[in-house]
Nanobody
Framework: VQVMESGGGLVQSGGSLRLSCEVI????????ISWVRQVPARGQEWVSS???????IYRDSVKGRFTVSRDNNARTAYLQMNSLKDEDTGVYFC??????????????RGQGTQVTVSS
C-alpha cells in the first residue's frame, strides 16, 4: 500500500491550502481515511476522518474551517483548510483507518507534507 500526500506549503494567517492524499494498492472505496498532524510543541493530533460512507468527523479546533472529502474514482482524499491559524502549523499526513488518540500508530500512512502558517 502506498499513501502519498501533496499540497502543503507556506501560507499567511487567514489563508487557505488544500491537501491531497492518493492511495495505491488498497480498495480505496472501502477505506476510511484520516488526516493527522505532527506539531513539535504538542505532538500528534488527529485532525479529521472520512469514512467509506462519506461520514466526516473533525477535531473541535478545526470545525467550520477544514473540510475533508474524497473522490473514490481518483483514489484520493482531500483536506481543504480555510482561515488557517498559526497553531495549524505542522506536518500533515494521511493514513488508512480512524484513530483519534495522540498515541495512535498507523500501519499505512504517508510521509507527510509540511504546512506552515505565518502571522
Amino acid at each position: 500500500v502506498q499513501v502519498m500526500e501533496s499540497g502543503g506549503g507556506l501560507v499567511q494567517s487567514g489563508g487557505s491550502l488544500r491537501l491531497s492524499c492518493e492511495v495505491i494498492g488498497f480498495p480505496f472505496n472501502r477505506a476510511a481515511i484520516s488526516w493527522v498532524r505532527q506539531v513539535p510543541a504538542r505532538g500528534q493530533e488527529w485532525v479529521s476522518s472520512i469514512y467509506n460512507n462519506f461520514t466526516t468527523i473533525y477535531r473541535d479546533s478545526v470545525k467550520g474551517r477544514f473540510t475533508v472529502s474524497r473522490d473514490n474514482n481518483a483514489r484520493t482524499a482531500y483536506l481543504q483548510m480555510n482561515s488557517l491559524k498559526d497553531e495549524d502549523t505542522g506536518v500533515y499526513f494521511c493514513a488508512l483507518g480512524v484513530c483519534t488518540m495522540p498515541t495512535c500508530e498507523f500501519h499505512d500512512r504517508g510521509q507527510g507534507t509540511q504546512v506552515t502558517v505565518s502571522s
